[in-house]
DNA sequence: ATGTCTGTAGTATACAGA
């Protein structure tokens, strides 16, 4: 089973490349964020292709902003728009922005989400990022966390190595002791980075600013995450960020990031044996040629 | 170089958000 997460910063801007990429890596899963529309324009401009390429999909629309989408042609279960707890902004009390949905694919509880950027350290906007990725931890946890994948734009680099410069983002919202402390409340719940995981040396981003040739010159963050729970780590058979999808004609200013997983081990195939030893080629020597 | 993309409003160009 292939899974991705893309913030493709506007599904509408993002139609021929976002189709193109469908069909080419053939993702079974797919969490989209910054999908900018509302749920009927989505179904409008994307359905149509969408049910030709065998996608279910489940849309957290909210217009202008936000908005966030979960596809998946391996099924889509027991869906939620939101999570319990989930605060407002700029009312905490209020109606959630359209920032997570996730749904049960293939076994595995799937969560696309769209962290609140947090703008300025100390703002409001920074409160709520750290008030919403709370209630995400409470969320994770009553959802059970094993058979989880917790994917998507998590505005947070985890360490100093996911940002190009660390001296360059110092005071900065995306790198504060708070932020990452934040998230790893998530990860704790029982949760693995796939990606660092997979490359635990390596200049892995997944975001690149549009301005001053920031790609071309690799200086980046890896703020996309992929989190799995236990259940799933064995089975994490390939992990990277497609970085094809940032080049080129209108991209994304981030690249999505994917994960392979092999099948679940359910029975239906039975155990892996070994096969039976053959004695006689083992016993088999060899004889060279005389003379 | 606060350097580029999105969206919106609304008709040319400015503003906000990232």
Known sequence: MRVATWNVNSVAA?????????????????????????????????GEDLRALGYAWAHHGQGQWNGVALLSRVGLDDVEMAFGGT???????????????SAVCAGVRVYSLYVPNGREVESDHYEYKLTWLAALRDA????????????????????????????AFAGHTHVTDAERAALSAVVDTGLTDVLRQRWPDERVFSYWDYRAGMFH???????????????????????????????????????????????????????????????????????????
Not at 19 to 43: G, H, N, Y
Not at 229 to 242: E, M, N, W
Not at 275 to 291: E, F, M, W
């Open 14 to 46: 993002r139609v021929p490349r976002l189709l193109p990429w469908l069909s080419q890596r053939r993702p079974d899963v797919v969490c989209l964020q910054e999908t900018k529309l509302d749920t009927q324009a989505f179904d409008a401009l994307l």
């Open 87 to 101: 605060p407002g902004y700029p009312d905490p009390a209020g109606a959630p922005e359209a920032r997570a949905v």
């Open 217 to 291: 010159k690799d200086l980046g963050m890896r703020i996309d995450l992929i989190l799995a729970g236990a259940d799933l780590v064995p089975r994490v058979a390939a992990a990277f960020v497609d970085r094809q999808a940032r080049k080129g004609t209108k991209p994304s200013d981030h690249a999505p990031v994917i994960v392979d997983l092999d099948d679940a081990p359910d029975g239906d195939i039975g155990p892996v044996v070994p096969p039976p030893s053959n004695p006689a080629r083992r016993s088999a020597k060899v004889t060279l040629p005389q003379g």
């Open 140 to 167: 994770v946890i009553a959802a059970g966390p094993s058979s989880a994948l917790v994917c998507g734009d998590i505005n947070i680099a985890p360490a100093d190595a996911d940002v190009f410069d660390p001296a």
